[in-house]
């Protein structure tokens, strides 16, 4: 799973990125020239994981994690197609999520290049600028097809295609992004693989100076109506999570050891650090969910998207798994823990065996019986 951080130049994507994973990539108030982006792997805060792990003693004990990707200012390398379409921005495409950073801080210098800060502004441009890209994309391919079909080459795949692509090509022209459009899983297939922007799920990071921090509820309000944008009367239509983040105060903070960290943050106040907070609450906001495997070699938290299914889940773990999947053996881990051991989890009834089709769930653990 991997979450993509894109906006504006200078917004301090790069300081939000160092503050998440903890590493010390070059910030800058100035243009550094630099396009490739930066890649970092976050685990994400899980208790569940360390009370799993106090009750198998496991050799090892793995959290779920997060990659960040850390992108330049869209303004660097951007070709005539727009902010998301330069060389720098290629790679964008990859990410399962964007997180679209916006400065709220005040610096001359950085406001002598692109003048005060403007986050809700800066929030419709970027917005503006995802949809300009899919139309590009979504256009293109519709007229690709409809010539196809003048000149008799027809399938029922393309015709498939050609209907989700006009319901596509709809939908941007009023502004409403993909992810809002209630699409079939033929139709997401169908689509897979133009990776389109708005497709993506989405989350707006306010990166606020640290003493401006919590202090505009307003603003706040204001990016969340805005994220939600055009169709947000449509109860199918998604409100992506806006989430404030004190980044240079973070940055600073994830840069420190950890007892050094742990008395600063006792001194301030701060019971959870913001990087283990935001990257638990991009994990929840984008629809992942962790199921567990357990035993004395390894206790680990595997990530898995709201609605896959336990052959999913095998495939997550090995391929081989999946290839040969013959059931899953389920119980939860609440249960595991108010019980105290599989045994008396099984005593009571509360192991069962799944098929493939099986939606798994948040705080599922699975033992996946194959043979290849
Ligand atoms: N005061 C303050 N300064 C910040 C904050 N976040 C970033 N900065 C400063 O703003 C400048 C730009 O930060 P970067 O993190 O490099 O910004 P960026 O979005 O990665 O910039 P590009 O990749 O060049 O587009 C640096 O000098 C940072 O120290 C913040 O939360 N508060
Ligand atoms: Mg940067």
């Known amino acids: ?139 293109r391919r519709l007229e690709r097809i409809r010539q196809d079909h003048q000149r008799g080459k027809k399938t029922p795949q393309t015709l498939a295609e050609e209907k989700v692509m006009e319901r596509i090509v709809e939908a941007l022209g009023a502004g409403i992004p993909i992810r809002s459009l209630e699409l079939s899983s033929e139709d997401l297939k169908l689509i897979s693989g133009y990776k389109f922007l708005t497709a993506k799920s989405l989350l707006v990071l306010l990166n606020s100076d640290e003493n401006q921090y919590g202090k505009d509820p307003n603003l706040l309000q204001g990016l969340k109506e805005k994220a939600s944008g055009a169709g947000k009367d449509n109860p199918r239509h998604a409100h992506p999570p806006v989430i404030e983040f004190a980044g240079k105060f973070e940055m600073e903070l994830a840069q420190l050891d950890p007892s050094e960290r742990e008395a600063f943050m006792a001194d301030m106040g701060i019971q959870e650090s913001a990087r283990s907070r935001l990257t638990r609450a991009a994990y929840e906001a984008l629809g992942y969910i962790s199921f567990f495997t357990v035993g004395e070699d390894e206790v680990r938290a595997w990530t898995l998207r709201k609605g896959e299914t336990a052959l999913e889940a095998a495939g997550t773990i090995h391929s ?29 009834g509360l192991f069962r065996l799944e098929g493939k089709e099986y939606i798994v769930q948040d705080g599922d653990i699975l033992h996946i019986r194959f043979s290849v």
């Open 1 to 139: 799973m991997n979450i993509g951080l894109i906006g504006l130049p200078k917004a301090g994507k790069t300081t939000i990125f160092n503050a998440l994973t903890g590493q010390t990539a070059e910030t800058a108030e100035y243009d550094t020239g630099k396009v490739e982006p930066n890649v970092g792997v976050v685990p994400v805060a899980d208790e569940r994981v360390e009370k799993l792990s106090a009750l198998y003693n496991p050799k090892k004990t793995i959290h779920a994690t997060v990659e960040f990707i850390d992108f330049v200012g869209a303004h660097q390398g951007a070709a005539k197609g727009g902010l998301f379409s330069g060389e720098g921005m290629a790679l964008i495409k990859t990410a399962d999520a964007l997180a679209i950073v916006l400065r709220n801080f005040r610096n001359p210098t950085i406001e002598g290049l692109y003048g005060l800060p403007k986050p809700l502004q800066d929030l419709e441009t970027i917005l503006d600028e995802l949809i300009l890209a899919d139309q590009v994309v979504s256009e």
């Open 320 to 348: 081989d798994l999946a290839r040969g999947f013959i059931r899953a053996e389920c119980f939860t881990v609440k249960d595991l823990l108010e019980l105290g051991s599989e045994k008396a989890v099984k005593d009571k």
